[in-house]
């Protein structure tokens, strides 16, 4: 059955908004979004993702807006991406985007993992940071203090660390300091 989420977005200080829409079909997910940051240096970015019916990603294309180099990422769903046609190793081992603009990409670790509650789990990620379109790989553990609902995310590579709300499709409501949820 195909479903469609549309999901809006404000930075918790500051102006920037995102726009997403998550079209659910038999095959999988896509998601199509726009980001508008109030950065120090403003900015706005278009992400469009193609993700499979495990909730890994395979597809991801980022665009800042005015400029040509767009970015696109590719994986086979086994942790091997590729960057514009070219090999990632780098990255192995993430099976997850996290993207610097948006809070969609703390779903895809959530749906996947699918942790019961105290339940924990380290993960890799392929980090993409807006404006500048850096990839790195990106070290983080998730915790489920209500299952569904209510995870800790941890930085394993710094001390940040942060309670994240979930609504009932997976979708993030409230990420303190980050983001809340307004649709």
Request: hydrophobic share 40%; glycine share 8%; charged share 25%.
């Amino acid at each position: 059955m195909d479903t469609t989420i549309v999901a809006r977005w404000q930075e918790w200080e500051g102006g920037g908004t995102q726009h997403l829409v998550l079209n659910r079909r038999l095959d999988g997910l896509s998601v199509d979004a726009v980001a508008v940051s109030s950065d120090p240096h403003p900015f706005a970015v278009r992400y469009r993702m193609a993700i499979d019916t495990d909730w890994l990603t395979r597809r991801v294309e980022v665009a800042l807006v005015g400029r040509e180099d767009d970015l696109v990422l590719e994986a086979d769903g086994a942790g091997h991406w590729t960057m514009n046609g070219r090999s990632m190793p780098a990255l192995d081992g993430a099976l997850e985007p996290d993207l610097s603009v948006s809070p969609f990409t703390n779903t895809l670790p959530v749906k996947r993992l699918r942790l019961a509650k105290g339940a924990s789990a380290e993960i890799r990620t392929a980090y993409v940071y807006a404006p500048t379109l850096e990839v790195f790989p990106d070290p983080q553990r998730y915790t489920c203090l209500e299952e569904g609902r209510l995870y800790l995310y941890e930085s394993l590579d710094s001390d940040f660390r942060r309670e994240v709300s979930f609504d009932e499709h997976g979708m993030v409501t409230e990420y303190p300091g980050l983001f809340r949820r307004l649709l």
